[in-house]
């Protein structure tokens, strides 16, 4: 029997009757709803739906329902994947020096606001390990440089693989990842820019920032993607700033605004909210969990 809680993400062309063809579907194999998301793309003619089920009772295995599932969705040109509520997901956070973002994945995790597995920390520095060690996690120090990179990340694939990693975070991980590890994982990289993309994309943006004397600061997650800070964009937040403020007040002030944005995108990852078409992600609020 599978997993009491289970979620469909689906992407296909827009149709009448979708809605009606796959909430039937469920109804017959006896799921019971706990919630149906839809969003349609008039421009593109692209269908999204996030629906959440409750399997409890219905004695189905997942091939099985996978199987019948495809039955369904292959004539309909639809993209699909499900998600299983039996584990949690594992993380491995990747940091350099700044101590923000992963002091603030570790804490929400211990509170529960962060429904994962978090297996290990990586860093390029051996600086923020204290840290790891104050939540009881395994601290990898890899140092990394031009001549060392590839033996760097292959060693870093190595510890992915080894605890089965699902989400790997880039908690202001101040290195840039080859095309090869990227590519090796599609849309399971998270990373914290600290700017409000596209704006001052690449290092020091926020004496960019100053010199343009802007009046919003902010942040963005994305997915990693091989064209740098181009991925697509789960969430961002801003806050006004004024011409009094000094490159390091931005800097104060965007650490609060990037701790905030990066949880948020982990949420809504761990939570499978996110459809990713072409270069942008469809994100399904969170619907009462």
């Not at 593109?44 to 739906?49: A, D, E, K, L």
Request: charged residues 25%; contains cysteine.
């Amino acid at each position: 029997m599978i997993s009491q809680t289970v979620t469909f993400l689906i992407k296909c062309p827009d149709a009448k009757g979708l809605v009606a063809k796959v909430t039937n579907f469920f109804y017959l194999n006896e799921f019971n709803i706990l919630s149906c998301q839809q969003y349609v793309n008039s421009v593109q003619n692209t269908y999204f739906m996030r629906i959440r089920l409750n399997a409890d009772g219905t004695g189905i295995t997942k091939k099985e329902l996978e199987e019948r599932f495809a039955y369904l969705a292959n004539p309909l040109h639809m993209t699909w994947s499900v998600h299983y509520g039996e584990r949690k997901q594992r993380m491995a956070i990747l940091v350099s020096h700044t101590s923000h973002c992963l002091y603030d994945l570790l804490e929400r995790n211990k509170e529960g606001d962060l429904d994962c597995d978090i297996r290990l920390v990586i860093s390029n520095h051996q600086k923020l390990k204290p840290i790891a060690d104050m939540f009881g996690l395994p601290y990898h120090y890899l140092p990394v440089s031009k001549k060392t990179k590839g033996e760097q990340e292959q060693q870093m694939i190595e510890l992915i693989e080894k605890n089965d990693i699902d989400l790997i975070v880039m908690a202001r991980y101040m290195q840039i990842l080859s095309s090869q590890f990227i590519e090796k994982y599609p849309e399971r990289i998270i990373n914290i820019h600290h700017s409000f993309l596209p704006a001052f994309q690449g290092a020091n943006p926020y004496q960019r920032a100053y010199e343009r004397g802007v009046k919003l600061i902010g942040a963005t997650a994305h997915y990693a993607t091989t064209d740098l800070d181009e991925g697509p964009i789960i969430e961002q937040g801003v806050e006004r700033v004024t011409h009094e403020s000094t490159p390091a007040t931005l800097k104060r002030i965007g650490a609060d605004i990037e701790r905030l944005v990066l949880a948020k995108a982990v949420k809504c990852h761990l939570q499978n909210q996110i459809i990713v078409a072409d270069n942008r992600a469809i994100v399904f609020p969170e619907a009462g969990e």
